[in-house]
């Protein structure tokens, strides 16, 4: 199994920049596509970006292409997900995945902890 532990996110105004991190455990993190959602109180988790396996595809809800850009280091066994020109609607607990591919979460197999990200106006 890989394990997710996140890092990063915090409070920002509207406008400024965030890196979000998600440090594998095993040796097997390089296997597996990667993805980031997040989730507002009430709401189901959404898909924000995914990057495959190799970090040559990668793959962004409308909502964030152009601002957010996901990376990985193979290497070190970690991912990242840099936040640009953030929205207050950007508001919400991120998380970061290991899995196949895809937009839907039951495509990811092991999740990090979350993190708040809050945007201010």
């Known amino acids: 199994q890989v394990q997710l532990v996140q890092s990063g996110g915090g409070l920002v105004q509207a406008g400024g920049s965030l890196r979000l991190s998600c440090a594998a455990s095993?040796?097997?993190?390089?296997?597996?596509?990667m993805g980031w959602f997040r989730q507002v109180p009430g709401k189901d988790r959404e898909f924000v970006a995914s990057?495959?396996?190799?970090?040559?595809?990668?793959y962004y809800a409308d909502s964030v292409k152009g601002r957010f850009t996901i990376s990985r280091d193979n290497a070190k066994n970690t991912g990242y997900l840099q936040m640009n020109s953030l929205k207050p609607e950007d508001t919400a607990v991120y998380y970061c995945?290991?899995?196949?591919?895809?937009?839907?979460?039951?495509?990811?197999?092991?999740w990090g902890q979350g993190t708040q990200v809050t945007v201010s106006s």
């Open positions: 995945a290991v899995g196949s591919t895809g937009t839907v979460t039951r495509q990811y197999f092991s």
């Open positions: 095993g040796r097997t993190f390089s296997s597996y596509a």
């Open positions: 990057i495959t396996s190799s970090g040559y595809g990668s």
